[in-house]
């Protein structure tokens, strides 16, 4: 078929949706009340985002549309997957899903600590990390003043964890 039949909105690309961040398959969906919260916070702008989209041309309309409803599938998914953990009922003396960790990076003195959280409220820029993640799995379990190793590529990395608090 020539190109003069083609019409210029059949052109362009299927919309895009943001995926969610990766849970692997049959993990539970752990989440903190906070966690949880975002999650339904992140709903209603979307909700609201939708409900103002009249001012929009047709093509971006329609984009839009095919854009948001994605997102809230998968947002309406991990909500009715997740499963709300709360922090104070975890085993204090060991890290554990929701626990603040003060980590001294070994062999410096350097510190820093982390939160286990969710996939969805993970942000290293905040020090929240995903359990699903290889530096809170190798915390897992661990206590004060125990060593945690974590195998990268370019080697070994040790942490010394300093204190847990939830």
Do not use: C, W
Request: without cysteine.
């Amino acid at each position: 078929m020539s190109r003069a039949f083609v019409k210029e909105d059949d052109q362009q690309e299927a919309p895009r949706i943001p995926q969610r961040p990766d849970l692997p398959e049959g993990v539970t969906n752990y989440v903190t009340s906070e966690g949880m919260q975002a999650l339904r916070d992140e709903k209603e702008a979307l909700l609201l985002e939708q409900k103002n989209l009249e001012s929009r041309s047709e093509s971006e309309l329609r984009s839009m549309h095919t854009i948001i409803n994605g997102m809230l599938l998968q947002l309406d998914q991990r909500i009715a997957s997740a499963r709300v953990i709360d922090p104070a009922t975890q085993p204090k003396e060991t890290v554990h899903f929701g626990a603040h960790v003060l980590l001294q990076m070994l062999p410096s003195e350097k510190t820093q600590q982390f939160q286990i959280v969710g996939v969805d409220e993970a942000d290293l820029k905040k020090g929240k990390i995903a359990f699903t993640s290889p530096l809170a799995k190798a915390l897992s379990l661990k206590k004060a003043g125990d060593i945690a190793e974590l195998h990268l590529a370019q080697g070994k990395r040790s942490f010394k964890v300093i204190s847990i608090s939830y």
